[in-house]
């Protein structure tokens, strides 16, 4: 059975970047927390991510888990954004052999996946090179 | 005076050349890039759609636009690819833009012209003081059944319009449209590829509307072809909108900034409007446009645009639609393209 | 608390048990422990598994294991930390001897991985990472390490051929090891010719789909001497979380809590990382071993890479690791993986380990860990 709600409940940040700035030290929680994991502080700020940044790391994946299964191979990568927020994502447009550690890069709205022919559509953010 | 306050354009960076389609199918490459006046055209990625590319292209009609998209009041997306038949593109778009709650929308489609009618309905609802901006789209990723002639110019695109009242890049002075009940090319509901009545797309269909809808607003507006820098018509092929202009009285150099498609492809409700942001790309202030879409089905949407001098200020601001066309292109051959566009049968 | 020792293990051979269900496998390893242990009543039982309910649709496994082992009304709990749900088991029984809450514990792990499709089965090991921060991208665990051992290559020049001699030192062992699910040997060319599964790992770089059980029987070390039995005692047991995204990591190329973990085991047993004699630890992937020996402190951080290739950790290595195969020879079936690596230095330190012997091992110590080190358990086992 579709669950739309787990997906309809991250689209502020999945399509908007809506993150949350802990009052006390700066730390920027994406996505949002009750807590802050660096200072224990729980008053937070509303905040966006910065859309571009840097790979620090990459890989292709070849064996890909079920909802994935028709769109192997394709590059994930984490990125440290330019607000040092260091985010998971996949990398598009762009050939393998040009993936490298340092790579800049962009956030672009892009599909995930989707549950079947009759199933609920999956957006959010992929990186593409800058 | 209303207008466009910001404008922006998307394309997909795969591209497949008509020799790879026509080797597929034993068909004479040569004779399609000349009669069709078509070289390649765009695919989209399997992660891309009809909204992927709207948001993308709005986007960029907001880098340009400079304002706050709480103030968009209404959002309309016109395609004939929407990826749902039912819950509409503008939603998911009008979400990730941050135009939501208080924004009205609904999906449009009208063949290749559902971008520019939604571009009148935003134009209007500023006019008539209803909303403060409103955003339009053409966005399309649409099939061609395999081996058909349309199977080599399907492509896809996007180009969004921010409409409003200050701040413009391009006043709208006059807009018209011309429609009649002409079935050239359908898509029944269910079906997979769209049919179309050949040779009877040219003259009854696409040439009687683009220069009915062309000489009834240059009459309204009392000008004549002399009087714009820039002319745009929808672009199925290469021959087409060039044919038109030559019988309208245009010459080459008005068509050719627009003039997209032998590159690109029809991108279909993207079609004219991608040729009018690649236009705004290079026009300068106080340059006169015209843009005549055409939709299947069939009608033509007219407008009637003057570059202000904001155009300088803020064509920089988002990627340019040439650049977009001519830069880190990926060549595809038929096999990842029908891999692409789910044109291969899978296990259920 | 009281001293704690291993009186019983028990593990049948691992691969694809296309005959055996869930409760069967468990039922047989967890009646050997008790055979070796030469105890017939238990007091509580805990189970290690990470998945039952996404691989063969069943949760409860505590009442269904200790129902078919023929133990209700036993007190029994099933705990879950991703890939460290047997050491986490192990922890648990440990703190029902040592408090005194219990004296006969049989601590068991089960998985049972082969009733679904590989790409289900790569999905329900997903879970151990963000699902949707992480697996909602598309991620998966041979991803998830690749990228580590991308940012390990980067930032201390490890070689994929280090990689490799991983593999190659765990199957040379796993050769020797007649419960492993692949006793035959690889070579680096082997290795680095395999189909690519995350670049840059292979997959002879990645442990395997298997199905498996293991138990151990726990009671204190007085009841054990009273018992006659070779006293094995659990002397150290540390555990540490870290985030559940592999990118909140400060560092993406070393494994915190397996570095935190360690330490508390250690202090706890009085020993320092040279007293040990032999280490069984999470090699789900190739980076992983070379990664846990930085973090543990058995090599300096990033010479993990060196270590393997000058065969510092090999079996006749100052610091021999995974003498059974580890995960990559022996097998992977998630939840049993813990307690498996007890049993391994359970034999060892009672000499019975054959062809594996590590001579005159007296100080054992097992690393398990979840995820990409959201969870690391540590023990640290010492003969009398």
């Known amino acids: 059975m579709p669950n739309p709600a787990r997906s309809w409940r991250e689209y502020p940040q999945r399509y908007r970047f809506e993150a949350e700035k802990c009052t006390n030290c700066g730390y920027i929680a994406f996505p949002p927390r009750l807590v802050c994991p660096q200072c224990g502080n729980r008053e937070f700020t509303k905040t966006k991510l910065a859309e571009t940044g840097k790979l620090l790391t ?26 040092g927020v260091k985010l998971t994502a996949q990398v598009v447009d762009c050939d393998f052999a040009a993936l490298k550690v340092g790579m800049p890069v962009r956030l672009e709205f892009r599909k995930l996946y989707e549950e079947g022919t009759a199933g609920v559509i999956y957006y959010g953010y992929k990186f593409v090179p800058e | 005076m209303a207008g466009i306050v910001g404008y922006g354009a998307y394309i997909p960076r795969n591209r497949i050349k008509v020799e790879e389609i ?16 078509l070289e390649e055209k765009s695919v989209p990625s399997p992660d891309q759609d009809t909204i992927t590319m709207s948001v993308e292209a709005s986007k960029n009609a907001l880098r340009r636009a400079g304002i706050d998209p709480r103030e ?33 929308t609904a999906d449009l489609e009208f063949a290749c012209k559902a971008g520019t009618e939604g571009m009148f309905i935003a134009l209007s609802l500023v006019q008539a003081a209803a909303v403060k901006y409103g955003l339009a789209v053409g966005a399309d990723t649409s099939q061609g059944a395999p081996g058909d002639a349309l199977e ?104 050719d900034p ?49 570059v202000t001098e904001r155009i300088d200020e803020v064509r920089n601001l988002a990627p340019l639609t040439r650049d977009m066309l001519d830069r880190n292109k990926n060549y595809i051959d038929y096999g990842v393209y029908a891999k692409y566009r789910r044109k291969i049968r899978k296990a259920e | 608390m009281r001293d704690v020792a291993v009186i019983g293990i028990g593990m049948t051979k691992w691969g694809e048990l296309w005959k055996k269900s869930l409760r069967t496998i468990f039922v047989e390893s967890a009646l050997l422990a008790l055979d070796d242990a030469g105890v017939d009543k238990i007091d509580s039982m805990v189970v290690g598994c990470m998945s039952s309910g996404l691989f063969v649709g069943q949760e409860h496994l505590a009442s269904l294991l200790s129902d078919y082992l023929g133990k209700n009304p036993v007190p ?28 006969v514990v049989l601590v068991g792990g089960v998985e049972k991985m082969t009733d679904v499709t590989g790409c289900e089965a790569t999905f329900a090991l997903g879970t151990a990472a963000d699902q949707e921060y992480e697996g909602f991208h598309g991620l998966t665990f041979p991803g998830l390490y690749a990228m580590m051992a991308v940012a390990h290559m980067h930032k201390y020049g490890t070689t994929r051929e280090q990689l490799a001699l991983v593999a190659v030192k765990n199957h040379d062992n796993g050769s020797k090891n007649p419960l492993a699910q692949y006793p035959f040997k690889v070579t680096v060319e082997g290795v680095l010719q395999s189909v690519l599964v995350a670049d840059p790992l292979r997959i002879l770089d990645c442990s395997p789909i298997t199905d498996g059980a293991a138990a151990v029987v726990l009671c204190p070390a007085d009841m054990a001497k009273k018992m006659k039995k070779p006293v094995i005692r659990i002397t150290g047991c540390g555990q540490a979380t870290d985030t559940i995204a592999l990118s909140s990591r400060k560092d993406l190329a070393w494994i915190e809590s397996t570095h935190i973990a360690g330490q508390k085991a250690l202090a706890m047993s009085g020993r320092k990382i040279g007293d040990i004699d032999l280490f069984e630890v999470h090699d789900c992937f190739t980076i992983a071993e070379i990664m846990i020996t930085e973090a543990l402190g058995i090599v300096e951080k990033g010479r993990g ?57 007296k100080r054992g110590l097992t690393q398990n860990m979840g995820g990409t080190g959201g969870s690391s358990v540590v023990h640290v086992f010492e003969a009398e």
């Not at chain 2, 399907?154 to 890049?169: N, S, T, Y």
């Not at chain 2, 236009?279 to 069939?298: E, N, Q």
């Open chain 2, 258 to 306: 627009g003039w997209l498609v032998p590159k690109l492809g029809n991108t279909y409700s993207g079609s004219s409007p991608l040729g009018l942001t690649s236009t705004l790309d290079i026009a300068k202030p106080g340059d006169m446009i015209l843009l005549v879409s055409y939709g299947s089905g069939a009608g033509s949407d007219g407008f009637i645009f003057r």
């Open chain 2, 72 to 104: 968009i009041g209404a959002v309309y997306v016109g395609s004939e690819s929407h990826p749902y038949a039912v819950k509409p593109s503008g939603t998911v778009l009008a979400e990730a833009l941050n135009a939501t709650p208080e924004v009205h």
């Open chain 3, 76 to 103: 029994a709990a099933r705990v879950e930390s991703a890939c460290s749900s047997g050491g986490l088991a192990l922890r648990q029984g440990f703190i029902e001897v040592a408090s005194g809450m219990s004296d």
């Open chain 3, 305 to 361: 890479g060196k270590a393997v290739e000058e065969g510092l950790t090999s079996l006749k290595g100052k610091f021999p690791v995974n003498p059974s195969g580890g995960l990559k020879a022996k097998g992977h079936p998630v939840g049993a993986t813990g307690v498996a690596q007890a049993v391994e230095v359970v034999k060892q330190l009672r000499g019975e380990a054959a062809e594996r012997q590590i001579k005159g091992a």
């Open chain 1, 58 to 83: 990459f890989t292709i994946i070849r064996v890909p888990p079920e909802p994935f299964e028709d769109q192997s191979p394709y590059a994930v990568g984490i990125a440290e954004l330019a607000d």
């Open chain 2, 22 to 37: 026509a080797k597929v199918w034993g068909a004479d490459a040569p004779s399609y890039k000349k009669g069709l006046m």
């Open chain 2, 152 to 255: 080599y110019s399907a492509a896809a695109g996007a180009a969004a319009f921010i409409f409003g009242r200050d701040k413009l890049v391009a006043e709208t002075l006059h807009t018209y449209s011309y429609t009649t009940d002409t079935p050239d090319f359908w898509r029944r509901e269910y079906q997979y590829y769209p049919q179309h009545g050949g040779r009877f797309t040219g003259d009854p269909a696409y040439f009687s509307h683009i220069l009915g809808a062309a000489r009834g607003i240059m009459a309204k507006a009392g000008m004549k072809p002399a009087d714009f820098q820039y002319v745009i018509f929808h672009q199925p092929n290469g021959k087409f909108p060039l044919r038109a202009g030559e019988i309208l009285g245009f010459s080459r150099n008005q068509i």
